[in-house]
């Protein structure tokens, strides 16, 4: 199934004068596909054959029907699938070519009626002529050049050595696997007396086509004995090393140096046989993304692959925590090999002939949250149904769902991980494997706003589950106000609310409810101790209503002390009130969190200057929560030169949005000299600082004309002015606050590479933000920066023809929120 993998230190490149692919023009900015319309997603997908009775020939005459395809896509959708993966497989390609194009249009229309985009393989038959595959790939990607329903082209699943040598190439190619190239280098293994005898053999047929002449059938039985030895060697050094390694380490390492240049004639070769089929694609469907699905990791691993617009990869790991281990190691070391490219896990799943559908549920998901932790393009389970009837047991067990469309715990897994990934807040979560004797594995992926638990039971101070066998179970809080939890498996729940969002005195006052089409339904629960306990049905989901609220953190006054003015007065006392968010209610009386001010000098980071002192304050009868910070230092702002800019935060909070109050005689951000990174940090920071280094109005256009400007930010290690790695794919958040408003979130980063100072570093844009509002000059924008999942300083940028905090009436909360 699977050969070997090259190291990054061993990556064939094409050679000139070989027929090349051409380079994917719009490279990714993060571990993400990006579609044609520009937006990102992370695959919780699958690959479909057809309804279970007639997989694999789901295209053919008297056998294709859209009423049983419709069935089967509305099931994926309702089971959080959010892309599916098809095949042009016999006798479509006949049909096409004859302009016959009913089966795969019908298929193409319930995509986007159910919005379930299409990978669609190519080439998943048998064709060595690649003048006739790229005029198939060519007439299919021109149809549906402007279909919003296909997310990406694959352009052969599962190419093998074979494959390249037996191809037929474009006239004037002669790729190194079929010319004698490799055999000067590493000499003659077979004579052409032994080659003439070998092709007559079944694995000589199975290789050299009838039509190749004995040149050739000399050639490729050559190169086929060199590349079996140098599977060899690898496969005896794996031995050596008790398996605790892989063919990656070998490739990587010293040992494997003498089979470079069979690497580089299988990566020239590989490059030949790709051009003529992404040309095809490209001459007429330019926007769409394009890879290979590889379960040669040997072919996945080599520099021709750098042309395509992202890397999939489909393996079968087994079930042991070892080889998850090693598995993962595999992604990450094809993800260094091409950190540009996006991966895609696009082949992976566990048979239940021998597992049972719960375990291999938890297998299964447990890839899928390692592809979702490391930031990698997502998953797509093989496959969507169990088969009526296949070569084996194994084979026709791999679905989500039975033959009968029953669904297998898997579906509320990927469910639940789907609804998740869609209001996730944080994708910095960390996921641990470890043995579980009933299970096989368990897992815990734990977040800012998750925690999902996979094998037999689970008990610590924030969870703990009781069941049957083994289960998963999944606690999300994405948004605050709202605790989802469901279960593979009928569970005895016992969550602590506070304990997994953090926030200690958040009150014991909860209302559960099943999840329900039409209107919930109240569940049954008790608290005891902090804990809410209930029982959970398998495949139900429900919904734990937390007395929260979004919070507004508003900063309603700075007053210089004396009432001196900016240029004299050394002190200010700071008054911050919190708000349910978008309202003027107060915060629920009984929560009192600890709200700490920050103070951002000029274009620096933000810096910590103390804790609220909550002080009860009443107005026209309605008594509410002011905290007040006393004697804050503002000594700095006498000078004309400087401006402070200050906002507050909620500890425990989630969506909190907070104002920014500016202090200084001129408050606006004045073009400064850009940061120059020292050097490149961490490849995963702990903390960073985001520092806006640029806002450029389009065409110059001063402050009271501008409507749209672009945005860079630069991310340094917390306290250091080392870059963070240009390798780290975070998501980076643009924020911005008009006047004395709560800031909100505007617009995710794209990341782009630059250098400066002998130092190559990344840097996060934001083109086209909307500024019009400053053109009127009383307005004034503030802008600031954070990182997903990380502890972020950020700086403030002000943009406005007047960028001064004027003294605004404080807002009275209307009426203290309610529990």
């Known amino acids: 199934m699977i050969a070997t993998l090259l190291g990054p230190s061993l990556i064939p490149e094409t050679r000139p004068g070989m027929a090349q692919a051409e380079v994917w023009s719009q490279p990714p900015t993060d571990g993400y596909i990006t579609r044609a319309d520009g937006s990102r997603f992370f695959l919780v997908a699958t690959n479909y054959e057809g309804p279970p009775d007639r997989s694999w020939k789901m295209w053919q005459e008297g056998l294709f029907d859209a009423a049983l395809i419709e069935q089967d896509f509305a099931r994926a959708k309702r089971a959080g699938i959010n892309a599916l993966r098809i095949f042009i497989q016999d006798p479509l390609p006949a049909d096409i070519k004859a302009g016959k194009w009913a089966k795969l249009d019908a298929v193409v229309g319930l995509a986007r009626k159910y919005n379930l985009p299409l990978i669609i393989t190519f080439f998943d038959y048998r064709q060595p002529d690649l003048n006739e595959v790229a005029a198939i790939d060519r007439l299919i990607a021109q149809r549906y050049a402007n279909e919003s329903a296909i997310l990406a082209y694959d352009l052969r699943n599962e190419p093998h050595f074979q494959d390249l040598v037996q191809a037929i190439y474009p006239s004037g190619v002669k790729p190194p696997l079929q010319s004698d190239a490799i055999i000067k280098q590493y ?33 490729v ?42 690497l580089q004639a299988l990566s ?38 750098k042309a395509l617009s992202f890397q999939s990869v489909h393996r079968y790991p087994g079930k042991s925590t070892k080889e998850l281990r090693l598995f993962f190691n595999l992604l990450q070391n094809l993800r260094a090999t091409f950190p540009a490219q996006p991966l895609v896990l696009e082949e992976f799943g566990y048979s239940n002939d021998v597992n049972s559908p719960a375990v291999s549920a938890i297998y299964e998901t447990a890839l899928f949250l390692n592809l979702w932790k490391e930031r990698l393009a997502g998953g797509v389970k093989w496959m969507l149904n169990d088969l009526d009837s296949g070569w084996d047991a194994r084979q026709v067990n791999y679905g989500m769902f039975k033959a009968d469309g029953s669904p297998k715990p898997i579906v509320v897994a990927l469910r639940s991980l789907s609804t998740y990934i869609q209001g996730a807040l944080d994708v910095a979560g960390s996921l641990s494997v ?166 951002a000098l000029n274009n620096g980071v933000e810096q910590e200057v103390g804790t609220g002192v909550r002080v009860a304050r009443t107005s026209s009868g309605q008594t509410y929560s002011v905290w007040e910070l006393n004697d804050v230092d503002v000594s700095a702002a006498k000078d004309p030169v400087n401006k402070y800019y200050f906002r507050a935060s909620v500890d425990g909070a989630l969506g909190e949005y907070d104002n920014i109050w500016s202090h200084g005689a001129d408050a606006r951000t004045y073009f400064p000299n850009q940061d120059v990174p020292s050097g490149i940090g961490t490849a995963a920071p702990q903390a960073v600082d985001a520092k806006i280094e640029i806002l450029w109005p389009h065409d110059n256009l001063p402050v009271n004309k501008a409507t749209r400007a672009n945005i860079a930010a630069f991310l340094f290690e917390k306290g250091s002015s080392k870059s963070v790695a240009a390798n780290w794919n975070p998501s980076v958040r643009l924020w911005r ?65 007047d960028a001064r905090t004027y003294y605004p009436e404080p807002k009275i909360p209307a009426a203290s929120g309610g529990c």
Request: hydrophobic letters at 40%; proline letters at 6%.
């Open 434 to 599: 470890d043995a579980d004797a009933a299970a096989g594995i368990r897992y815990v992926y734990s977040a800012r706003d998750a925690l999902f638990v996979g094998g037999k039971d689970y008990a610590d101070q924030r969870l703990r589950v009781q069941s049957d066998g083994p289960t998963q179970v999944f606690v999300s809080w994405s948004d605050p106000r709202n605790m989802l939890v469901s279960s593979t498996a009928r569970a005895q729940i016992r969550l602590s609310p506070a304990a997994l969002i953090g926030d200690p005195s958040l009150p014991a006052s909860f209302t559960l409810e099943k999840v329900q089409q039409g209107s919930n339904v109240a569940q049954p629960f008790t608290v005891d101790g902090g804990f809410v306990a209930f029982t959970a049905e398998a495949g139900e989901s429900y919904s734990l209503k937390l007395p929260r609220s979004l919070v507004d953190a508003k900063i309603q006054i700075v007053w210089p002390q004396g009432n001196l003015p900016v240029s004299q007065a050394t002190k200010a006392n700071v008054g911050v009130y919190l708000f349910q968010q978008g309202t003027s209610s107060a915060i629920c009386t009984s929560w009192t969190p600890t709200v700490r001010l920050w103070r």
């Open 187 to 219: 000499g003659e293994r077979v004579t052409q007396e032994a080659a003439n005898a070998w092709r007559t053999t079944d694995q000589g047929k199975a290789l050299i086509p009838t039509r190749f002449t004995p040149a050739q059938a000399y050639y």
């Open 737 to 801: 606050g008009l006047n004395n408003d709560p800031l909100q979130p505007v617009a995710v980063g794209q990341k782009e590479t630059r250098s400066a100072g002998g130092v190559s570093f990344p840097v996060w844009t934001f083109n086209n933000v909307d500024v019009s509002a400053a053109t009127n000059t009383a307005n004034r924008y503030y802008f600031r920066v954070t990182v997903d999942g990380v502890p972020t300083r950020s700086n403030v940028w002000s943009h406005g023809v």
């Open 268 to 305: 020239d070769t590989l490059a030949a046989w790709i051009a003529p089929q992404l040309s095809a694609v490209r001459s007429v469907a330019p926007k769409y993304p394009i890879t290979i699905g590889y379960s040669d990791v040997t072919l996945a691993k080599l520099g021709a692959n």
């Open 221 to 262: 039985a050559n190169n086929y004995r060199i590349y079996l030895e140098f599977l060899g060697d690898a496969g005896a050094w794996v031995a050596a090393r008790s398996y605790d390694v892989s063919v990656l380490d070998y490739i990587d390492s010293p040992d494997s140096a003498k089979w470079r240049p069979l």
